[in-house]
């Protein structure tokens, strides 16, 4: 049973647009929510994060926004540059030090044109 | 160091070998976490340590494989007898403290077992 899924497999957009990369999740126990961006041969790279006590946390050119009640979170990326193009992990984990393992989806391919 | 240091990069081994696998964390962090990337685009929790204590090894197979962190040296992963289905590429995380902190990864052991 998947907990964290990323149903869009591939993202393509046009470079100075808005990129939205969205994920779902089952598990209410999850506490905090991370994006990794994922070059190839790489490990994952850390973007931004969220705890469920906000729905929004910003850095600069990506925005994380949490609905805790649908159990849905969205990273945006504005504006999109070439060099965005990898695949991005949504992750989650639980509230307390014992649960902290990360717990990923599959992954969403994203593209950006120039 | 900055980065989470793991050796080798690749690690070729035949059926029935031993394989180990290391990780320097981050400089001051005292978790650490293995995970394994057996499908392109997926990741299976295995053990996660604070300091030189399991914090959690839930994910850990029973047989044939252990892990280690003991102070003043790079952790480890150990698989005995290795088999076929081990083949993944292997990364360690490390984290400052939990919850509610980012884990950092390594770029990944990748085992070949043939």
């Known amino acids: 049973d998947q907990q964290v899924k990323q149903n869009s497999p591939s993202l393509s957009v046009q470079e100075g647009r808005i990129s939205i990369l969205n994920c779902d999740y089952t598990?209410?126990?999850?506490?905090?929510f991370l994006w990794y961006k994922k070059y190839p041969a790489e490990g994952p790279t850390f973007l931004i994060s969220?705890?469920?006590?906000?729905d929004k946390n910003e850095d600069g050119r990506f925005t994380v926004f949490l609905n805790k009640s649908a159990k849905h979170l969205s990273l945006h990326i504005v504006p999109s540059q070439p060099g965005d193009s990898a695949v991005y992990f949504c992750a989650a984990s639980g509230a307390s030090g014992a649960n902290s393992k990360l717990t990923f989806g599959k992954g969403i391919t994203l593209s950006v044109r120039p | 160091g900055e980065e989470v240091a793991q050796t080798p990069k690749h690690l070729v081994r035949g059926e029935g070998q031993k394989a180990k696998l290391y990780c320097a964390p981050i400089k001051g962090h005292s978790y650490v976490f293995w995970y394994q990337q057996v499908l392109k685009n997926e990741f299976k929790f295995l053990i996660s340590?604070?300091?030189?204590?399991?914090?959690?090894e839930t994910g850990m197979p029973k047989e044939r494989f252990s892990a280690k962190c003991l102070p003043n040296s790079p952790c480890s992963l150990e698989i005995q007898a290795t088999k076929l289905e081990d083949s993944a590429v292997y990364f360690c995380?490390?984290?400052?403290?939990?919850?509610?902190?980012?884990?950092?990864f390594g770029d990944g052991t990748r085992l070949s077992i043939l």
């Open positions: 969220i705890s469920s006590i906000k």
């Open positions: 340590f604070q300091n030189e204590n399991v914090f959690d």
């Open positions: 995380a490390s984290s400052h403290e939990l919850p509610n902190q980012p884990q950092h």
């Open positions: 598990n209410s126990m999850f506490d905090y």
